[in-house]
């Protein structure tokens, strides 16, 4: 008999959560880090640029970019140790699995920096997970495809270098083309942080009990590959493919509608945007500018155009408020840089982990912070006596 149900939720991690680094407004489709819209950072900004400004809350001078990017660059590599880790893994395991592995096993790596009394060694944490984030990616595909892992250049930015790692062979250098390292720079941006999303409140939940930075940031990463979360991205692109035709489109959109139908549109809908997702729409013209630069045609382009009109004229999506969001359109850029599906969900881990460092940090450094405690409405058995089974 619960009557009238009221608690004082505590940190719940998601409702009560102060933050001052993302801001969200779903009903216009309002995405703001640090106070700069998501649209004019995307354009104009780089990866490093909204790196150190989710990090630090102001945008960085020549100088203080510059000492970052290069301290960030002098972390890249990993201990060699770590490269062994990779080899316990199965070559067809999906790389998500071996990102939640790897990251986890930093702890046993970095001892000198899991210390979150010590202000010096979570600073140091949060450099080596920024810095290392784009090597352990690279390295699980290069794994994943049986190619030799490629050491992190210090000459190269921060994207380039993972471009670098990912794609160069011994064989043949890997030529980074300036319109591929924009396109993944971008992306990397849009998908830095946003405000309490389910693995960054996994992250806040796990690091609210003291646990070091690198398990919290393995646990986000666990959280995030999840097809309704960040695993969307991959789903959306073989949705797309399955799809196959524009023709194809009004039986997937019925079977969306179809409330015995457990299929949704992948890369559509969002748990707080209640309007067109600003990354999507950013992503959507991306996707045009990055193919016709490439000299690339991919009809899951047109698929998925005309699936998103259909959509939007749909009175079922209008009367839900489902729009794109962030997974809709950047897998057709991924395919076309070249990164297989199995990565899409890695690379967004990849650039999350900035967002999860920085969200982290400010839980952390809240002095009024306490373990995360959800509670619970009980719909279970009221008490009741123990019956013996001689008695059932
Ligand atoms: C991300 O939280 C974040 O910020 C996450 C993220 C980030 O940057 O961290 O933005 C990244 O996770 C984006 C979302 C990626 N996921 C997908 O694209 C998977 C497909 N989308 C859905 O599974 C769904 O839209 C969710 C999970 C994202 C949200 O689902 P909810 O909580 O059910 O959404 P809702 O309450 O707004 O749904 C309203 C209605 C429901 O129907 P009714 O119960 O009212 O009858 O719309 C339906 C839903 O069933 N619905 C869909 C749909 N999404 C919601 N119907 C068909 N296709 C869909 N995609």
Partial sequence: NTGAFTYDPGFTSTASCESKITFIDGDQGVLLHRGYPIDQLAEQSNFMEVSYLLLNGELPSKSELEQFSNHITRHTMVHEQLAQFYRGFRRDAHPMAVMCGVVGALSAFYHDSTDISD???????????????????AMAYKYSVGQPFVYPKNNLSYTGNFLNMTFSVPAEEYEIDPVVEAAMDKIFILHADHEQNASTSTVRLAGSSGANPFACIAAGIACLWGPAHGGANEAALNMLREIGHIDRIPEYIARAKNKDDPFRLMGFGHRVYKNYDPRAKVLGKAATEVLNKLGKQDPILDVARKLEEIALTDPYFIEKKLYPNVDFYSGVILSAIGFPTTMFTVLFALARTVGWVAQWNEMIADPEQKIGRPRQLYTGAAQRDYVPLAQR
Wanted: overall charge positive; cysteine-free.
């Fill in 119 to 137: 202000p010096h060694q979570r600073l140091v944490a949060s450099h080596r997970l920024i810095a290392k984030i784009p090597t352990i990616a």
